[in-house]
């Protein structure tokens, strides 16, 4: 697969209002809402640097979790983050679009960064759409006049057709940042020389894009076996039969991931054997870890896959020559429960086929070990394994066609 979309070496951006999406969406303490960890922030703060080196004003469009969730926050400590990290100020401002944001725009000069709002505030943003009609959202139409050119640095999130992610590349000459572009060289590169065994270890509690994965990668027959950790393993503890008690059911529940049990209950029958479920599980109890067999869960929620599951899974990521990891295998950030994560981390870090591990969780995670050893930290969870699956990602495909719709004349390059 070719980069065959525009970089930042082909724009000119002196004096030019350049907006930048990126994704800096972080874990973030749900007792006290501060960030708990600014690896995107540090990445991405590359970009930004060279965008505004090259003496643009740099418009940066982000977004920080989903509504309703406890860290769906705003973006005035990343702003504070990364204008720490870049050593020079950054402003932010409390607005996407509206009259406040394009106030503070129009008023920048060459070299400025200014962060807006999380662009998740606005409802649009929400809504999956493609690129055409994204173009033609409220935040698209009033940013657009006041600016130049869009870049994209935003990978984590390109497998998200939301109107910040494809609306502008549609009207605007655009490319991709340099998190992009590292991402989708490497990725691409694993897509080509991928060796067999070939193992996906999947967690987290994005339950709908790890099931998509799986169907994909098993049907297509790229993945030998799909170790489960994480909530998308008590969906197919439960979906396979195993009481896993109200409490667990009832976090399910509330997530509205109900039709993934019943989803997991055909993969387990279409692909018996290579859906690996955890032989037991760590609970809370008391704030203290406690380990029990699958067929024995007590009503205490699931927090960590057990010792038994790690040793098993150690042993099937070390006969692999290919592995992808997305998301954690527990709740890694309370005491007690990070030992499956930091595990598995360890057993891929040792491993000596090729690794890719993805998620802003897992890759926190990684860092936070100081690990060496895997061959690719992505930014990017759901947008890496969607890519290694063969979905399409839509903002990369529109940043495509943006290179054959909009021709950057010689004296931009
Ligand atoms: C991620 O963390 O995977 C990206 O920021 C995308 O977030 P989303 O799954 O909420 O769209």
């Given at each position: 697969m070719s980069l065959d979309f525009y970089t930042i070496?082909?724009?000119?951006?002196?004096?030019?209002?350049?907006?930048?999406?990126?994704?800096?969406?972080?874990?973030?303490?749900?007792?006290?809402?501060?960030?708990?960890?600014?690896?995107?922030?540090?990445?991405?703060?590359?970009?930004?640097?060279?965008?505004?080196?090259?003496?643009?004003?740099?418009?940066?469009?982000?977004?920080?979790?989903?509504?309703?969730?406890?860290?769906?926050?705003?973006?005035?400590?990343?702003?504070?983050?990364?204008?720490?990290?870049?050593?020079?100020?950054?402003?932010?401002?409390?607005?996407?679009?509206?009259?406040t944001a394009r106030g503070f725009i129009s008023r920048m000069r060459k070299g400025e960064i200014l962060l807006l709002e999380n662009v998740r505030f606005y409802s649009e943003e929400i809504l999956k759409r493609d690129p055409e009609l994204q173009s033609k959202t409220h935040i698209v139409k009033k940013l657009l006049p006041l600016v130049d050119y869009f870049i994209n640095d935003a990978f984590a999130a390109s497998h998200r057709s939301q109107p910040s992610l494809v609306g502008f590349a549609v009207k605007l000459p655009s490319g991709a940042g340099r998190i992009m572009e590292r991402e989708l060289k490497a990725l691409y590169s694993a897509m080509d020389n991928a060796e067999k065994p070939c193992v996906y270890v999947l967690g987290g509690v994005k339950v709908d894009d790890s099931i998509m994965v799986m169907e994909n990668v098993l049907s297509n027959g790229s993945a030998d076996y799909i170790l489960t950790t994480g909530l998308v393993a008590n969906i197919f503890l439960w979906g396979a039969g195993f009481n896993i008690r109200k409490k667990n059911r009832e976090f399910i529940?509330?997530?509205?991931?109900?039709?993934?049990?019943?989803?997991?209950?055909?993969?387990?029958?279409?692909?018996?054997?290579?859906?690996?479920?955890?032989?037991?599980?760590?609970?809370?109890?008391?704030?203290?870890?406690?380990?029990?067999?699958?067929?024995?869960?007590?009503?205490?929620?699931?927090?960590?896959?057990?010792?038994?599951?790690?040793?098993?899974?150690?042993?099937?990521?070390?006969?692999?020559?290919?592995?992808?990891?997305?998301?954690?295998?527990?709740?890694?950030?309370?005491?007690g429960f990070s030992i499956g994560t930091e595990d598995i981390l360890n057993s891929i870090a040792a491993?000596?086929?090729?690794?890719?591990?993805?998620?802003?969780?897992?890759?926190?995670?990684?860092?936070?070990?100081?690990?060496?050893?895997?061959?690719?930290?992505?930014?990017?969870?759901?947008?890496?394994?969607?890519?290694?699956?063969?979905?399409?990602l839509p903002a990369v495909e529109v940043l495509r066609r943006a290179k054959s719709i909009h021709k950057i004349c010689g004296k931009n390059k």
């Amino acid at each position: 697969m070719s980069l065959d979309f525009y970089t930042i070496d082909d724009f000119d951006m002196d004096d030019k209002t350049v907006l930048l999406r990126v994704d800096v969406n972080s874990p973030v303490d749900p007792n006290t809402g501060h960030l708990l960890d600014e690896t995107r922030i540090r990445l991405h703060s590359e970009t930004i640097a060279e965008i505004s080196r090259k003496g643009a004003k740099t418009v940066i469009l982000a977004h920080q979790s989903r509504p309703g969730r406890k860290d769906f926050t705003t973006l005035k400590q990343h702003a504070e983050a990364l204008s720490q990290i870049l050593g020079r100020p950054v402003t932010y401002v409390d607005d996407i679009f509206g009259s406040t944001a394009r106030g503070f725009i129009s008023r920048m000069r060459k070299g400025e960064i200014l962060l807006l709002e999380n662009v998740r505030f606005y409802s649009e943003e929400i809504l999956k759409r493609d690129p055409e009609l994204q173009s033609k959202t409220h935040i698209v139409k009033k940013l657009l006049p006041l600016v130049d050119y869009f870049i994209n640095d935003a990978f984590a999130a390109s497998h998200r057709s939301q109107p910040s992610l494809v609306g502008f590349a549609v009207k605007l000459p655009s490319g991709a940042g340099r998190i992009m572009e590292r991402e989708l060289k490497a990725l691409y590169s694993a897509m080509d020389n991928a060796e067999k065994p070939c193992v996906y270890v999947l967690g987290g509690v994005k339950v709908d894009d790890s099931i998509m994965v799986m169907e994909n990668v098993l049907s297509n027959g790229s993945a030998d076996y799909i170790l489960t950790t994480g909530l998308v393993a008590n969906i197919f503890l439960w979906g396979a039969g195993f009481n896993i008690r109200k409490k667990n059911r009832e976090f399910i529940k509330n997530k509205s991931y109900c039709e993934w049990v019943e989803k997991s209950k055909n993969l387990l029958k279409e692909f018996k054997g290579k859906i690996i479920l955890p032989r037991d599980v760590a609970v809370c109890i008391g704030d203290k870890r406690e380990e029990f067999r699958a067929e024995n869960i007590p009503n205490n929620l699931i927090y960590d896959i057990g010792t038994e599951t790690i040793k098993e899974y150690a042993q099937i990521i070390r006969e692999a020559r290919t592995l992808f990891a997305n998301g954690p295998a527990g709740v890694f950030e309370k005491e007690g429960f990070s030992i499956g994560t930091e595990d598995i981390l360890n057993s891929i870090a040792a491993s000596s086929g090729f690794s890719i591990i993805g998620g802003g969780h897992l890759a926190a995670a990684a860092n936070q070990m100081g690990l060496s050893g895997i061959s690719h930290v992505s930014s990017g969870g759901g947008a890496s394994i969607n890519l290694l699956a063969g979905e399409k990602l839509p903002a990369v495909e529109v940043l495509r066609r943006a290179k054959s719709i909009h021709k950057i004349c010689g004296k931009n390059k």
